[in-house]
């Protein structure tokens, strides 16, 4: 095997690092190893949140840049600073994709580009590049592997999709050192409160329903975000060049099943749960082969059970966090009531 790729020591960017995961990975980077620095590199749209980052605001070894992924001349002059990219950075809500997709093209795809093109005239020595399962697109059984045609069904996938394979073609054609990753639905602290999860735990908190799209029978592979984020930690060390890693933990659950967890977890009716219209397009089941992550060492540490419990308790315990969204944040009440109004 080729020898490891050393993090100790050197700055890396991370773009969307204000984001659900991008927080969790800077955290987790920082801890991790004492001597890297952090430039995270964030648009601050709807989704970014500097509460996410209040307690290493402060951190030598971090610095917050407020700005646009698609800012060319920013994108160079930031990339003169580091030795490494770690790019998360994208509109990443499927539902949002369904009634616009147009930011979700220029940020996650040409976006992306002005990133590409800022590496060829660099000398950033690796870039990862956070691709998602759902690029495949739906199956009913059986697990891709990373080699599989790419399939997308929503506008979101397809703009990620569109991204992915641009980047591979930075690779095959200008020798670019970047490697791609596709990793399963994350959950955990600091996610959003509009996607599934913490919609539904912070729902239940407030005795509001759970609204259950179709008849819930939809499937995804949960994976906790520290787990995605030990997998960034050990592909950047031992990922090859021009490569795709799948990332997920092989825990497959119905929706419906994941919706009466977490009302059992918090002791609140079932009734809360009510089945609403179904998503456009809305793809049956992800399921990922990740023989490949796995040969690189990386496991997963948590069951599905023990991180849902970890989370459905960080949502208890940090009300304040998700309040300061729900009740004050007109992006979400905007297309709450917009897209809810509809669905009954
Ligand atoms: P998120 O929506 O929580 O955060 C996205 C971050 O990107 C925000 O901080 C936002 O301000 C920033 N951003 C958006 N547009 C920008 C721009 N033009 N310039 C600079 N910053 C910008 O997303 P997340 O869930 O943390 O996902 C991070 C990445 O991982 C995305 O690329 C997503 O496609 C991918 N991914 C996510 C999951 C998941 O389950 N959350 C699964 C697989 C892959
Ligand atoms: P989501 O968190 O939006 O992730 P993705 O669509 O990218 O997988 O949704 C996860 C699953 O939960 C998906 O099958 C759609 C479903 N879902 C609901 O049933 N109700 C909801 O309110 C939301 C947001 C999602």
């Known amino acids: 095997m080729a020898e490891e790729r050393q993090i100790e020591g050197k700055t890396l960017l991370v773009t969307g690092g204000a984001g659900f995961i991008g927080s969790n990975f800077i955290h987790y980077m920082l801890k991790r190893y004492p001597g890297c620095r952090i430039i995270n590199l964030d648009k601050l749209t709807y989704a970014g949140n500097l509460d996410n980052l209040k307690d290493i ?23 003169k600073r580091v030795q490494g990219v770690v790019h998360l950075a994208a509109e990443t809500h499927v539902d949002r994709s369904i009634q616009d997709a147009g930011e979700f093209v ?34 009913d059984e059986g697990f891709f592997k990373e080699d599989a045609p790419l399939c997308p069904s929503s506008p979101y996938a397809a703009s990620k999709a569109g991204a992915d394979r641009l980047a591979y073609s930075y ?22 409160p509009e996607k599934f999860i913490p919609l539904f735990v912070t729902n239940a908190l407030e005795g509001k329903n759970l609204p259950l799209y179709g008849k819930g029978t939809n499937v995804r592979d949960w994976l906790y975000v520290e787990d995605n984020c030990r ?14 890693y799948n990332i997920g933990a092989n825990n497959e659950v119905q929706n419906r099943t994941v919706a009466e967890r977490i009302v059992d977890l918090l002791e609140k009716p079932r009734s809360l749960i009510k089945f609403v219209t179904d998503r456009l397009g809305h793809d049956k089941r992800y399921a990922l082969d990740c023989g490949k992550i796995r040969s690189l060492g990386w496991k997963p540490e948590k069951n599905f059970d023990e991180a849902l419990a970890l989370t459905v308790r960080w949502y208890q315990g940090n009300m304040d966090w998700w309040r300061k969204i729900k009740e004050k944040s007109e992006s979400f009440k905007s297309f709450y009531e917009q897209y809810y109004r509809k669905r009954k």
């Open 231 to 244: 997998a960034i930690d050990i592909v950047l060390r031992k990922g090859k060049k021009g490569e795709s």
């Open 171 to 192: 690779f095959v054609t200008y020798g670019m050192p970047i490697i791609i990753i596709r990793p399963s639905n994350n959950f955990g602290p600091f996610q959003y």
């Open 106 to 139: 220029l940020t996650d795809v040409y976006g992306s580009f002005v990133l590409f093109e800022a590496l060829r005239n660099s000398k950033v020595e690796f870039f990862l590049h956070v691709s998602t399962d759902e690029v495949y697109g739906s199956r």
């Open 57 to 79: 605001e402060d951190s030598p070894r971090y610095e917050f840049i407020h700005g646009n992924i698609r800012d060319k001349s920013l994108v160079q002059e930031v990339f």
